[in-house]
């Protein structure tokens, strides 16, 4: 079974507008993390938030927050006030216990003038 | 401060040949681990280390070794590399505090011919 599910291969959004890419995880570690990564046409990896699975709350850095549902084992990401320069493939990862990643198939989001 | 430094940044091998990829991070962090990125998909773990002597496999182990002498390096090993291998390849950090986020090298890319 996927540890990490992506269902979107690709989103588009216009300027200004907020976005949710979607993120569902399989895992029976009571202890992991969820992680959200984007990577920009240049290739580099770039870290955008962290949600432990103890947290009591949403993660939230800047125009970037995480909704999730542990009940439902979702980590959205949640995109607000999209810029065009966040057109990038996003990457869902999960950390089990002190384990590395396992990454997502990730989904490519477009930014629409 | 250099963060993850990977080299070379691209290499092309013949069938058969056998290189190291380097990885170096100057940051102190525990965790280390290499993952592999075929085109349009996600990243796959190849191998990991916990701290510096330990080290374990990841999803695609198969034709790569790994050695961590020390905190700072955890190369690369193709054994004899083949068509197959042909990817993007990226090491990555973190510090042991199961909280943050791991720091990613800017990648190597690898064709084999």
């Known amino acids: 079974a996927q540890k990490i599910t992506q269902t979107q291969p690709g989103m588009f959004v216009q300027e200004k507008e907020a976005v949710t890419l979607d993120c569902t995880y399989d895992t029976s570690d009571p202890s992991y993390g969820l992680f959200w990564y984007k990577q920009p046409s240049s290739g580099e990896m770039i870290f955008l938030i962290y949600?432990?699975?103890?947290?009591?709350q949403n993660a939230t850095e800047g125009r970037y927050s995480l909704n999730f549902q542990k009940a439902r084992k979702s980590a959205n990401l949640v995109i607000s006030a999209s810029q065009l320069g966040d057109s990038a493939m996003y990457f869902c990862a999960m950390r089990e216990d002190r384990r590395a990643l396992t990454f997502g198939s990730g989904t490519r989001l477009q930014v629409q003038p | 401060n250099a963060g993850v430094t990977q080299t070379p940044k691209f290499q092309v091998l013949k069938t058969g040949q056998s290189m190291t990829l380097q990885c170096a991070q100057d940051?102190?962090?525990?965790?280390m681990s290499w993952y592999r990125q075929d085109p349009g998909m996600g990243l796959r773990l190849i191998h990991y280390?916990?701290?510096?002597?330990?080290?374990d496999q990841g999803e695609v182990p198969n034709g790569y070794n790994v050695s961590r002498s020390t905190t700072e390096d955890f190369p690369l090993r193709l054994l004899s590399a083949a068509p197959s291998q042909t990817s993007v390849y990226f090491c990555?950090?973190?510090?042991?505090?199961?909280?943050?986020?791991?720091?990613f090298g800017s990648g190597t890319r690898l064709t084999v011919v």
């Open positions: 990555a950090s973190r510090p042991g505090d199961l909280n943050y986020g791991y720091t």
């Open positions: 949600q432990g699975s103890y947290d009591q």
């Open positions: 940051m102190n962090h525990e965790y």
């Open positions: 280390s916990v701290g510096a002597g330990i080290t």
